[in-house]
C-alpha cells in the first residue's frame, strides 16, 4: 500500500494496510476481522489464492497478508464473539478494525457513575467532546501487537497514530483467541 512505511515492522505494515483498506470503505462500518498469514508461506502452498491475490511478486508484498473473514455479527458482545474463535496453525495473527465513539480525558470526570450499558452509551453519544474513532488492532501468536487509532475529524493517512499499547483490552481479546 502506498501510505504504508517501508521501515515499520510487517505487523505495523499490516495493520497500516488494514486501516487503509478500512478507510476507502467509509465510516459508518461494522467491525471486520483479519487473519494474518505469512506471504511467503501462502505462496508456497497456495499459489492459486496468492494469485488471486495479487502476491506473486515476492518483492512487492509485506511478510503478513491480511485475509478478510466473514462478517463480525452485530446483534453478539464483540467478546463475546472473540470467545468462541479459534485460528487453525497456518494463521500467523489476527486483526480486528471497529469504530467506537471515546471521550478526551477531560471529560472522563463528567460521566454519571450510575449509568451503564446502553444509557452510557447514549450519554457518551451525545457528549458534545464525543471523537469518532476507528481502531485497528493486530496481534501475533507470539504476543506481539500493534495498533493504528484514525480520528474521523482527521481522517488522512498522516494523522493515523500507532504503537503496541494504544487499545490493551482489544489486543488481550484478540491474543486470547490463540490459547488452547
Same mark, same amino acid.
Given at each position: 500500500?502506498?501510505?504504508?512505511?517501508?521501515?515499520?515492522?510487517?505487523?505495523?505494515? *499490516?495493520? /497500516?494496510?488494514?486501516?487503509?483498506?478500512?478507510?476507502?470503505?467509509?465510516?459508518?462500518?461494522?467491525?471486520?476481522?483479519?487473519?494474518?498469514?505469512?506471504?511467503?508461506?501462502?505462496?508456497?502452498?497456495?499459489?492459486?489464492?496468492?494469485?488471486? /491475490?495479487?502476491? #506473486?511478486?515476492?518483492?512487492?508484498?509485506?511478510? /503478513?497478508? !491480511?485475509? #478478510?473473514?466473514? #462478517?463480525?455479527?452485530?446483534?453478539?458482545?464483540?467478546?463475546?464473539?472473540?470467545?468462541?474463535?479459534?485460528?487453525?496453525?497456518?494463521?500467523?495473527?489476527?486483526?480486528?478494525?471497529?469504530?467506537?465513539?471515546?471521550?478526551?480525558?477531560?471529560?472522563?470526570?463528567?460521566?454519571?457513575?450510575?449509568?451503564?450499558?446502553?444509557?452510557?452509551?447514549?450519554?457518551?453519544?451525545?457528549?458534545?467532546?464525543?471523537?469518532?474513532?476507528?481502531?485497528?488492532?493486530?496481534?501475533? +501468536?507470539?504476543?506481539?501487537?500493534?495498533?493504528?487509532?484514525?480520528? +474521523?475529524?482527521?481522517?488522512? !493517512?498522516?494523522?493515523? /497514530?500507532?504503537?503496541?499499547?494504544?487499545? !490493551?483490552?482489544? *489486543? #488481550?481479546?484478540?491474543?486470547?483467541?490463540?490459547?488452547?
Amino acid at each position: 500500500m502506498s501510505n504504508t512505511p517501508m521501515a515499520a515492522s510487517p505487523l505495523t505494515r *499490516a495493520v /497500516l494496510e488494514i486501516d487503509e483498506y478500512a478507510s476507502g470503505l467509509g465510516w459508518d462500518q461494522p467491525a471486520r476481522l483479519f487473519a494474518l498469514v505469512d506471504t511467503a508461506r501462502l505462496r508456497a502452498q497456495e499459489p492459486g489464492l496468492a494469485a488471486q /491475490l495479487g502476491l #506473486e511478486d515476492e518483492q512487492a508484498t509485506s511478510a /503478513l497478508t !491480511p485475509i #478478510e473473514q466473514d #462478517e463480525v455479527p452485530t446483534g453478539k458482545p464483540l467478546d463475546e464473539f472473540l470467545g468462541t474463535i479459534a485460528w487453525p496453525d497456518a494463521v500467523t495473527g489476527c486483526a480486528l478494525t471497529v469504530e467506537r465513539l471515546m471521550l478526551p480525558p477531560s471529560a472522563e470526570a463528567q460521566v454519571p457513575q450510575d449509568l451503564s450499558g446502553a444509557a452510557l452509551t447514549k450519554w457518551v453519544a451525545n457528549h458534545p467532546e464525543r471523537q469518532e474513532v476507528r481502531m485497528t488492532v493486530a496481534v501475533l +501468536r507470539d504476543g506481539t501487537r500493534e495498533s493504528a487509532l484514525r480520528l +474521523r475529524e482527521k481522517d488522512t !493517512p498522516t494523522e493515523v /497514530l500507532t504503537g503496541k499499547d494504544l487499545v !490493551p483490552g482489544l *489486543a #488481550e481479546a484478540l491474543t486470547a483467541t490463540f490459547e488452547d
